[in-house]
């Protein structure tokens, strides 16, 4: 009868939360800002950053309670916040109103000194009007409770891991000759980061963090062994503030998506950046790259969205993740899918 039920729901199109023992992933769509939805198979889930504020905060919201309905959630657990910045924390009142969390996890308070974009204090003192009695100020090498899944905090409030995870620790070949810049001042340098691992697979996302901090976790040795699923950093490398060869290469990603904007991340250097990871199965994009060529972009059937924002539907990437460590990626714009098997 369950079994009728569930193909019954899938020939009308319904939503249909994760097969048993399966980790989902949403990679939601906020138009070049942060907002992704991960379900343990024990059903705990987590959103980590929850898009714009202002008067994209709206349509934000709705996206992800699109992702929530898909994935049959009626409330996600924890709000995970990797920094304040408008397109990552500035959704948060409203993602709230529809998610209603029960805990929320930052790198800790803002500090003055550093420099910060316009707004700030006010999406700050919204933040922690949610928040209260019920936020967690996390650290690098902290661990969430996250079911059967792992979730080891990687940086966070400007430092990163004191110690190797997930089978890293070795030198780093890229480090020799890798480019350096210098200390990063704005709140990206303070993203707290996650590595979430379910048996054989594990996804980074660790927001905006900064080139410089990327190079504390690559080297002289990398920190985070390899990974099945790289969120690349801040929107696919904005301006080149992030995404430093050295981690990318070190780390190895069989898949890479981006939560790029029409016209934010993605930007030709970023897109050869990735192409250079040795093995590298699958690149998809949240959206399409409009300054860029179709040589600098995924193929079409690997991008979740096409058109400028203003006629942007905002579809998300799905990941189901099963307990054997094999991944599927789906774009649920066409359905178009991959199954990357455990190797
Ligand atoms: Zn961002
Ligand atoms: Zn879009």
């Known amino acids: 009868m369950k079994t009728f039920a569930l193909v019954l729901a899938s020939v009308l199109g319904l ?20 907002a992704t939805l991960v379900v343990s198979p024990s059903g705990r889930s987590m959103l980590i950053d929850s ?7 709206e349509r934000d919201s709705t996206r992800i309670a699109d992702a929530m309905r898909a994935a049959g ?15 990552h924390v500035g959704g948060a009142p409203a993602a709230n109103a529809v998610a209603h969390f029960d805990r929320f996890f ?12 316009r707004g700030i204090e006010e999406r700050y003192g919204a933040y922690t009007g949610i928040v209260r009695g019920r936020r967690t100020t996390v650290k690098a090498g902290d661990t969430i409770p996250f079911g059967p899944a792992r979730v080891d905090v990687v940086a966070a409030q400007g430092a990163v891991l004191g110690r190797a995870i997930n089978g890293g620790g070795q030198p780093n070949p890229y480090c020799q000759g890798a480019e350096v810049k210098p200390p ?16 054989a697979f594990s996804f980074l996302d660790v927001g905006d963090l900064t080139w410089d901090k990327e190079m504390d ?8 062994g ?27 990603p069989r898949v890479v998506i981006a939560n790029n904007g029409p016209r934010k991340g993605m930007a030709p250097p970023a897109f050869d950046r990735i192409q250079r990871v040795r093995g590298l ?18 193929p079409e059937e690997m991008i979740a969205n096409l058109e400028p924002s203003d006629a942007c539907k905002g579809h998300a990437i799905r990941i189901d993740v099963r307990s054997n460590g094999s991944f599927v990626v789906t774009n649920t714009r066409n359905n178009f899918s991959r199954t990357y098997n455990v190797r």
């Open 184 to 199: 990063n001042t704005t709140e990206n340098s303070q993203s707290a980061g996650v590595l979430i691992s379910y048996g």
């Open 51 to 57: 898009g714009n504020g202002g008067p994209l905060a």
């Open 281 to 298: 199965e699958g690149l998809w994009q949240s959206h399409l790259a409009l300054a860029s060529d179709q040589a600098h972009n995924a």
């Open 106 to 117: 930052d790198h800790g308070e803002m500090d003055p000194k550093w420099e910060q974009n």
């Open 15 to 34: 939503a249909q939360g994760p097969a048993p023992g399966d980790l989902r992933i949403y990679v939601i769509d906020v138009e070049g800002g942060g």
């Open 217 to 224: 976790l690559a080297c002289p040795a990398n920190k985070l």
């Open 73 to 87: 959630l009626m409330k996600i657990d924890y709000l995970f916040t990797t920094h304040y910045d408008s397109d």
């Open 226 to 252: 390899r990974v099945s699923l790289f969120l690349a950093t801040h929107h696919g490398f904005f301006n080149d503030q992030s995404g430093a060869g050295a981690l990318l290469w070190a780390i190895q």
